[in-house]
């Protein structure tokens, strides 16, 4: 059982505000993936949740009971460092047995304990080893294997496959997912990558500038995103962004001028509250890569820069006339080349609208 | 050609520099095997046949495995003493640095500047009144403090090139200030202490002043037995030379034996 709650949680460096008020309930056995740009304070977040780091204000319920000052080792809590943190003099085995020895647990039950999450991890023939002769990919086995021994009810994880080459990640993703299930833990990822992010989480926790910009699963911030921040961050390519303005709100759709003398019709959706979009307004229309199609005669229209055949589609950047680059996922048979002058379509019912201050106006989905 | 005339030049006058400074320590080395009449003879005698006189005679009048005992025993417990007290201290430094550490650090360096012979008096009372006077106690004391702000910045500098997330990581696992530094930070930083204790061991073993000052017959160190000999004895130099012979050899030895260790210890971080 670990159910973590976190309540106005803040941290000040020094006068700089790292984390600013966070709002957070993780629910028992739940993979919670911490996405965010650099600096966001991701760490610093997951670093308090562990004990490494002082909460400045604010606080942390682990399990119903308020976790601020215990001591990193009595939250029932492990964590996995970006860099592994092996205890460089130690063999595999003792890594990993060294928390229990520590705590006076007999010898014969560390062994134990050591050759089952050894089993578990595929360590078993590198038990002797030291860390220095092994690879990445095994180190950073090691260090999981060293935080399973401990059997806790959560484990933390900075940005654990950074140092790990591409098709490594990949497996071990995959690896760590697996492990989810069969441990049935409370799990929290920290990691830039969105990919990363929304490949293994139940919820994710999606943070800028020290706040949290949007919590959901995956497949609800990828269509739902709550501001042009998470549009922009989830999602690879990238959404495009057109800044618009209405020009003129209807029953079923809006105009929106996206420069002058170049005006599209959107739908609106009946729901939308009267008021949220006024005539007049600025607002930016967020249209993904595969809300565009290439047509013979679209309301957008450019030259393509740069063409990638990914197999199973093809991705074309495509220059519009005002300079501004739009990115669309055609299909694995497009005929498009680079250089071409091509006409762009919007799939109909699809898309987001966000406000002046990049708040979600309202999502289409397709009926 | 230009260039390897210059060079040719360079190493003959690194050789020349090098040839001048070990000069005394060479004349000493051969004065020692001389005889007091070559020892003394204008101009001085390059060829003689060499003798063990008057390291015998060295040996036998003055006690000499007294002092070297001295020796041993005091720069052996400074070392323990400094080691001791700094590897806390320069854990508390590299890992829990307040504000002000890096000031401290340096003030702690720059007591190294102050002139010893400005704090004689003071130390000599303390230890008069102490009745520590002429015990290789007082000596233990002094040379720890003396060679303590070197083994704080030496453990300090190794114990930064150990990652922090290791600690970190021993924290989690329940580990705390004690047990990181006595299953961590001393395997880890092994090397490193030990360069630091070579260097203190040899600094405490070659201080002299303190030595001559604080101690007489019973606690004096080799550093005090050639001081002591040249006096009383009247102006011997081959007994003279012998002894000085006698009381750099040990740790010269010493010396060339753990240079390899220290320089690979002052050079190379603890962990890597
Ligand atoms: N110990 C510290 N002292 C001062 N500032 C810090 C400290 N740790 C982190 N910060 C600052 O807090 C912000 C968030 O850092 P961090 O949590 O490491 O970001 P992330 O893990 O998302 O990249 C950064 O701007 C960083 O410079
Ligand atoms: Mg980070």
């Not at chain 1, 670093?47 to 990193?72: C, K, Q």
């Not at chain 1, 729901?271 to 890569?289: E, N």
């Not at chain 2, 303390?126 to 030496?154: C, E």
């Amino acid at each position: 059982m670990a159910r973590l709650e976190l309540r106005k949680v803040g941290k000040t460096f020094n006068n700089f505000e790292a984390v600013k008020s966070v709002d957070l309930t993780i629910e028992d056995r739940e993979f919670v993936v911490f996405v965010g740009p650099s600096g966001c304070g991701k760490t610093t977040l997951l670093r308090m949740i562990a004990g490494l780091e002082d909460i400045t204000s604010g606080d942390l319920y682990i399990d119903g009971e308020r976790a601020n000052a215990v001591p990193p080792d009595k939250r029932g809590l492990a964590m996995v460092f970006q860099s592994y943190a092996l205890y460089p003099h130690m063999t595999v085995a003792r890594n990993m047995g060294f928390a229990l020895k520590m705590a006076g647990v007999p010898k014969a039950e560390v062994e134990e304990k050591v050759r089952a999450a050894a089993r578990i991890l595929q360590l078993e023939p590198l038990l002797d080893r030291r860390p220095r002769m092994l690879s990445g990919g095994q180190r950073q086995r090691v260090a999981i294997g060293r935080a399973i021994v401990r059997n806790p009810k959560g484990f933390l994880f900075d940005e654990p496959l950074s140092n790990l080459d591409a098709a490594l990640r990949v497996q071990m993703r995959i690896e760590l997912v697996k492990l989810h299930q069969d441990l049935a833990v409370t799990m929290i990822y920290v990691t830039h990558d969105q990919v990363e992010a929304m490949t293994m989480a139940d919820r994710i926790v999606v943070l800028n500038q020290g706040h949290i910009e949007q919590v959901g699963t995956p497949l609800e911030l990828y269509h739902q995103p709550a501001n042009l921040f998470v549009a922009g961050f989830i999602g690879s390519p990238k959404m495009n962004f057109f800044p618009s303005r209405a020009v003129a709100v209807g029953r079923g759709d809006a105009t929106l001028e996206l420069s002058p003398n170049h005006a599209l019709s959107f739908p609106v959706p009946s729901g939308m509250s009267p008021g949220a979009l006024a005539p007049g307004a600025s607002v930016t229309l967020g249209l993904r890569p595969e809300h565009l199609f290439l047509a013979n005669d679209g309301p957008l229209s450019g030259q393509v820069d740069v063409v990638e055949h990914l197999g199973v589609e093809t991705l074309a950047y495509i220059k519009a006339v005002n300079g501004e680059m739009i990115t669309v996922r055609a299909d694995d048979l497009s005929p498009v080349a680079a250089g071409d002058r091509v006409s762009i379509a919007l799939h109909p019912g699809r898309g987001s609208l966000f406000d002046a201050g990049g708040k979600a106006i309202f999502h289409l989905s397709p009926a | 050609m230009e260039q390897e005339k210059a060079s040719l030049a360079g190493t003959i006058v690194a050789w020349l520099a090098a040839f001048v400074m070990f000069f005394p320590i060479l004349w000493m080395v051969i004065t020692a095997f001389k005889t007091e009449e070559q020892a003394i003879a204008i101009p001085p005698l390059l060829i003689f046949h060499p003798v063990l006189s008057s390291f015998g005679a060295a040996l036998a009048q003055s006690g000499y495995i007294h002092f070297a005992e001295n020796s041993v025993i005091v720069s052996l417990c400074s070392t323990a003493l400094a080691v001791l007290i700094a590897f806390p201290a320069a854990y508390a430094m590299a890992f829990q640095p307040g504000k002000r550490t890096q000031d401290l650090l340096v003030w702690m360096l720059s007591t190294k500047m102050l002139p010893p012979v400005g704090v004689l008096v003071p130390i000599y009372l303390i230890f008069r009144d102490t009745d520590l006077l002429d015990t290789r106690t007082s000596l233990v004391i002094v040379d720890a403090l003396i060679n303590l702000p070197i083994v704080v910045w030496m453990l300090f500098s190794f114990f930064r090139d150990i990652p922090r997330d290791i600690l970190e990581a021993a924290h989690m696992d329940g580990v705390g200030p004690r047990g990181q530094m006595i299953h961590l930070l001393l395997p880890l930083a092994a090397p490193g202490i030990a360069s630091a204790a070579l260097l203190a061991i040899i600094l405490s073993w070659n201080e002299a002043f303190w030595s001559i000052n604080l101690t007489a017959a019973h606690a004096g160190t080799l550093a005090t037995f050639i001081a002591r000999y040249s006096a009383p004895e009247g102006l011997f130099w081959a007994k003279l030379s012998a002894a000085s012979v006698l009381a750099v050899a040990p740790i010269l030895i010493f010396g060339s034996l753990a240079q390899r260790r220290m320089v690979r210890g002052l050079t190379v971080g603890a962990v890597k």
